[in-house]
C-alpha cells in the first residue's frame, strides 16, 4: 500500500478553479495526489481573478507558491529563445522566484518525487540529484506548434514551426530524464512514441475523466434559451485559438445551411474571455455569452452540443461535460477516435461541414431520439469515463521510500539521445 509521501507537484496554470480543459486536468489530478500525500504546489497565476482561489488550494496541499505571471511580458521574455535553439515556451515560464522557491522546499522537505503537469515546468525538477520525474505532457504539444504553423502565414508559420522543432526536441529529453510520463490519449501516446521512439517504453496513456456528480441533469435547472429556440451549443475557454478556429468555422459554413432549414436555430458561443474575432460573430443567429456563472444550464437544455475542433486531440473535457449533462454531441472525428469506448453512443464524429451538418439536422427533426442518445451517453460516461479510474494509474508509479517520502518504482538511467545535448 503506498503511504503518505511529500511531493513537489508543478503546474503552469493555478489548477483552480477547474473552469477550463488543463485546468480541470490538473486540479482532479491535485486531488488526486492530496488524498494520500502531502503536496507542495508551485504554479503561475495568469488571471488575476484566481488570486483569489489561492487559499482554497492550501486546504489541500502543504505549501503553495504561486507567482504571478503578466502573459504580456512573459511573451516578450520568451523571445529570448531565438538567441539560442530553446523553445521559446521554457522563457515563457521561467522565472527565478519560483526557481528559488523550489529549490528550498525540496531541500528543507526532502522532497524525492516531482509531479510534472506540462512539458513547460519540468525545467523546476530537472538535474536535482534524488529528485525524480513523473510528467503529465497532457498532449504532445510539439505537434500543435506544428499544426499551427500550416495554417498561419510567414512569418508566423516559420516561428511557430521552428517552436515545434525545438519544443519536441525538449519533450524527448524530458521522458529520456523522467522516471515515467503520461499523455491523454492512446493516440497522442502512440503519436510521441512515433517521434521519439527511445522513449516508448517510458510513456503511456492516462485519460480525462468527468465529474458525473456535478455535471448531471437536474430537473429544475432552468433554460437560459427562449421559447422555441433550437440551441446548438459550444463551450470552451474562448480565447484559445482551436476553439476560436473552430467556431468561426463553424459559423461560416455550417450554420448557414442549418438556418436556411432551421430558422429557430441559434447558434450559443459559451465561454470565457472571447477574443474579438469571437465577439464579432455575433448576431441574430449567434449569441456570444462571455464567462457564465454556470455552463451546465447551457449543457442540460442544448437541443445539441457540437466541437467542430480541427486543431486539437484527445480527450475533450467539454466532450465528455456534455455527455455527463445527457446531450448528443456532434464532435470532430479525431476527438471521437480519442475516446472509442464512447463513439457512436450519444456522440458523433464528422470531419467537413456537410458532415456536421447532417449529423446536427438527424439530431433536430428527431427530438426522441436525440434524448435517448444524451441518454445513452450519459450511461457509457459513468461507467467508463471516471477520474478515479482515470487516474489510478499513476499510483502505481509512486511509492513509500525509507525516510516516507516519495520515491518512484524505477528512475531512468538511460542516455540522452546525443542530437539532444544543446537542449
Not at 521552428?162 to 493516440?187: C, D, K, N
Amino acid at each position: 500500500m503506498i503511504g503518505v509521501a511529500k511531493i513537489l507537484y508543478l503546474v503552469h496554470r493555478l489548477p483552480y478553479p477547474p473552469n477550463k480543459g488543463d485546468k480541470v486536468r490538473s486540479y482532479h489530478l491535485l486531488r488526486h495526489l492530496a488524498a494520500q500525500h502531502q503536496v507542495f504546489l508551485g504554479t503561475f497565476v495568469d488571471d488575476p481573478e484566481d488570486m483569489a482561489h489561492i487559499d482554497t488550494l492550501r486546504q489541500w496541499c502543504a505549501d503553495v507558491k504561486a507567482v504571478p505571471l503578466h502573459p504580456r511580458r512573459a511573451r516578450i521574455a520568451s523571445l529570448r529563445g531565438l538567441l539560442g535553439r530553446d523553445a521559446l515556451t521554457l522563457h515563457y515560464y521561467r522565472n527565478a522566484e519560483l526557481r528559488c522557491w523550489v529549490d528550498e522546499t525540496v531541500a528543507r522537505e526532502g522532497i524525492g518525487t516531482a509531479v510534472v503537469f506540462s512539458s513547460s515546468m519540468a525545467q523546476y525538477a530537472q538535474g536535482r540529484p534524488g529528485l525524480s520525474m513523473l510528467v503529465d505532457f497532457v498532449d504532445v504539444d510539439s505537434a500543435k506548434w506544428a499544426e499551427y504553423a500550416d495554417r498561419h502565414p510567414w512569418p508566423l508559420s516559420w516561428l511557430y514551426r521552428r517552436e515545434g522543432r525545438a519544443l519536441l526536441a525538449y519533450e524527448r529529453r524530458v521522458a529520456l530524464e523522467s522516471a515515467h510520463s503520461f499523455f491523454v490519449t492512446e493516440q497522442e501516446t502512440a503519436l510521441f512514441r512515433s517521434l521519439a521512439p527511445e522513449c516508448a517504453p517510458m510513456v503511456e496513456p492516462l485519460c480525462n475523466g468527468v465529474d458525473a456528480d456535478y455535471f448531471a441533469p437536474d430537473p429544475a435547472r432552468a433554460s437560459p434559451f427562449a421559447p422555441g429556440e433550437q440551441a446548438v451549443v459550444f463551450t470552451g475557454a474562448m480565447d484559445y485559438w482551436p476553439n476560436v478556429d473552430a467556431v468561426q468555422w463553424f459559423v461560416a459554413e455550417m450554420l448557414p445551411p442549418l438556418r436556411l432549414r432551421w430558422p429557430k436555430l441559434r447558434f450559443h458561443i459559451v465561454g470565457r474571455s472571447p477574443t474579438p474575432a469571437v465577439r464579432a460573430l455575433a448576431s441574430d443567429a449567434v449569441n456570444v455569452t462571455g464567462t457564465v456563472p454556470d455552463v451546465r444550464p447551457y449543457l442540460q437544455h442544448a437541443d445539441v452540443v457540437v466541437a467542430p475542433l480541427r486543431l486539437a486531440r484527445g480527450v475533450q473535457n467539454k466532450i465528455l461535460e456534455a455527455m455527463a449533462m445527457a446531450r448528443p454531441v456532434v464532435a470532430a472525428q479525431s476527438c471521437v477516435d480519442a475516446i472509442p469506448q464512447l463513439a457512436g453512443h450519444g456522440l458523433q464524429g464528422a470531419s467537413v461541414p456537410d458532415d456536421y451538418v447532417a449529423a446536427v439536422e438527424r439530431l433536430l427533426q428527431s427530438p426522441e431520439r436525440a434524448r435517448d442518445l444524451g441518454a445513452e451517453g450519459r450511461r457509457r460516461v459513468l461507467a467508463h469515463c471516471s477520474w478515479k479510474a482515470s487516474l489510478s494509474a499513476l499510483a502505481g508509479h509512486l511509492r513509500r521510500g525509507d525516510s516516507g517520502d516519495a520515491g518512484l518504482d524505477a528512475v531512468s538511467t538511460r542516455p540522452l539521445d546525443p542530437l539532444l545535448h544543446h537542449v
